[in-house]
């Protein structure tokens, strides 16, 4: 079975622009979650979906965002970027909600100038 | 409280030493704990977890430790070899979140 994949790997944005990041999980799962890792803060919780539904948030602002489709591929959008939106942002799939047992991806990592 | 501390931050072993990392939480509706481990350039990956009702879990040469009464928990990496050299997280699940510790990177030294 393929892993969870995560595109793009490696992204540079620059102040106020938009972010679109694609996650597609491993196959017959339908739980997808997104992380946000940077260093001394380790990974925060940013929402997780399940059946094209959001079933949870994090505490981040509105400008993160995200969606599911009906293939279970998920995407999330960071809109008007800060320069503390640069991390590492994982997605995670697991087979049903509320569950720990979590299968990453590689991430991508986003840079803001 | 949806925290969970982990310490220490950086950790040296010698190749064959143990290494201990300990997480501790406030929110007694958390009922699953895991821990992952995370290679540099890789996603973290699920390593062993542990249910509140039981107090140790082992598998091959890492075991966890759990303290209900004390709300803390701990891994422990027995006979350690360089190639467990990464990054540890614990993880707490309740709430329908699963929230990390903030990481533990290991060296393991030949």
């Known amino acids: 079975k393929a892993g969870v994949t995560q595109t793009p790997r490696y992204l540079i944005k620059t102040r106020g622009q938009q972010v679109t990041l694609s996650c597609s999980p491993i196959s017959g799962h339908r739980s997808v979650s997104w992380y946000q890792q940077t260093p001394g803060q380790g990974l925060q919780f940013l929402f997780e979906y399940f059946s094209e539904t959001q079933r949870n948030k994090g505490n981040f602002p509105g400008r993160f965002s995200g969606r599911q489709f009906s293939n279970s591929r998920s995407e999330m959008n960071v809109s008007t970027l800060e320069l503390g939106d640069s991390a590492l942002y994982l997605c995670?799939?697991?087979?049903?909600?509320?569950?720990?047992?979590?299968?990453f991806g590689e991430g991508s990592r986003l840079t803001v100038l | 409280q949806q925290q969970v501390k982990q310490s220490p931050q950086s950790l040296i072993v010698q190749k064959g030493g143990i290494s201990i990392i300990n997480c501790a939480y406030e929110?007694?509706?958390?009922?699953?704990f895991p821990w992952y481990q995370q290679f540099p350039g890789k996603g973290p990956a699920l390593l062993i977890a542990?249910?509140?009702?039981?107090s140790e879990k082992k598998e091959g040469r890492f075991t966890i430790s759990f303290n209900k009464s004390a709300k803390q928990f701990s891994l422990h990496i027995m006979d350690s070899q360089p190639g467990d050299s990464a990054t540890y997280f614990c993880a707490a699940l309740g709430n329908n979140k699963l929230i990390f510790g903030t990481g533990t990177r290991l060296q393991v030294f030949p």
């Open positions: 542990i249910r509140p009702d039981v």
């Open positions: 929110n007694t509706a958390f009922d699953y």
């Open positions: 995670a799939s697991s087979p049903r909600q509320n569950t720990g047992e979590l299968f």
